[in-house]
């Protein structure tokens, strides 16, 4: 009868019965984690948004969210974010991966826009229009628009409010804008052109219409000479048609910059209200003419007030003569008055008229 032998394992095949159990078991939960966890691709759609893959365009209206869409698509080439109440654009706000955007057109308008902070629109080298109209910017960063070395259109129609006027001539000054071709400000309560040089963009547009603009000063009208491609759109503002827009009324009068020049209309004043700029006079915007005018009412003025001070200078130095002449005429008065007194007198006795009968 043959003896039973028990065979033990070894420790160094314990080791690798384990090892092996222990590899299969964090492969296991890696598999468990991947099909319970999302999976970003890019071909991934943000939520409420609708995505066309073929066009590279995104969508995103009427949404509750109050930031950017931190999942846009590389692939994006336009993003239209509309009705998403975002009331502040924040450094990096198209940056959220880390990575660059290939995008070319921002719609981002009618959403409550208040602010726009520094470097909002870092990440999009690539962008060539940016639409932020129909919104309320009360603060504009002077280095909002840094970094858009590419943008050809800019759309502030409807958004700028009188506190930030100043702040976005500061903002439009930026050397990053040296490319753009048009630039719509339309509907903002404008008094004048918030572009302090016109010589650092490559401007071919410029939309002021429906502002508060009285007056187009000389200096920018000379700065307007210079920059021949230039169109500018001016129409449906209260223009005050005196004296002092003569520069104005001859560079439209001279010039094919303004397109919509015969639809500038007078406001102001009161006797030329309703008349088009254009079919003004030379001598309706002459200052030297207006002023000589005046000149001539002051010398007439002079005039007068000399001769009526000689007058009473010439009365008080004959102040006896005048008075005893006024004594004679009221002497002599006095007689011929006695005159038909006593004639009265004689008329009307009867019996003076009976002997007289």
Request: net charge negative; aromatic share 8%; glycine share 6%.
């Amino acid at each position: 009868m043959g003896e039973k032998m028990w065979i033990f394992p070894s420790a160094y095949n314990s080791k690798c019965v384990f090892s092996l159990w222990n590899q299969w078991c964090w492969c296991y939960a890696a598999l468990v984690c991947l099909l319970i966890s999302p999976v970003r691709t890019d071909d991934a759609c943000p939520s409420s948004c609708v995505c066309a893959r073929d066009s590279g365009t995104v969508t995103c209206r009427d949404g509750e969210d109050t930031d950017i869409p931190g999942d846009i698509p590389e692939w994006t080439s336009s993003l239209i974010l509309r009705g998403r109440n975002i009331t502040t654009l924040q450094r990096g706000a198209f940056m959220s991966n880390g990575t660059e955007l290939e995008m070319t057109t921002l719609s981002l308008s009618y959403n409550g826009i208040q602010a726009i902070e520094p470097y909002a629109f870092l990440g999009l080298p690539r962008l060539h229009l940016l639409d932020l109209s129909h919104n309320q910017l009360e603060s504009i960063s002077a280095r909002a628009f840094h970094g858009l070395l590419e943008l050809r259109s800019l759309y502030l129609n409807h958004s700028i409010s009188p506190a930030a006027t100043a702040q976005l001539s500061m903002a439009l000054s930026t050397q990053s804008l040296r490319y753009l071709h048009r630039l719509e400000l339309a509907g903002n309560s404008l008094t004048s052109i918030p572009l302090t040089r016109l010589d650092i963009y490559n401007l071919h547009a410029l939309v002021l219409i429906n502002n508060s603009i009285e007056n187009i000063v000389r200096e920018n009208i000379t700065n307007l000479y210079q920059q021949r491609r230039l169109r500018v759109y001016l129409s449906l503002n209260p223009f005050r048609c005196t004296c002092e827009m003569e520069a104005f009324y001859y560079w439209l009068k001279n010039s094919s910059q303004c397109p919509d020049a015969g639809r500038l209309v007078c406001i102001e004043p009161e006797s030329k209200k309703g008349i088009p700029v254009e079919k003004l006079r030379g001598e309706d915007v002459d200052c030297m003419n207006e002023n000589l005018e005046a000149v001539s009412y002051v010398f007439l003025g002079l005039v007068l007030a000399l001769i009526g001070v000689v007058f009473l200078m010439v009365l008080y130095l004959n102040r006896g003569g005048i008075k005893r002449w006024l004594n004679n005429i009221r002497e002599a008065c006095r007689d011929q008055m006695e005159v038909y007194h006593y004639r009265y007198e004689q008329d009307s006795d009867p019996r003076l008229a009976n002997v007289a009968v």
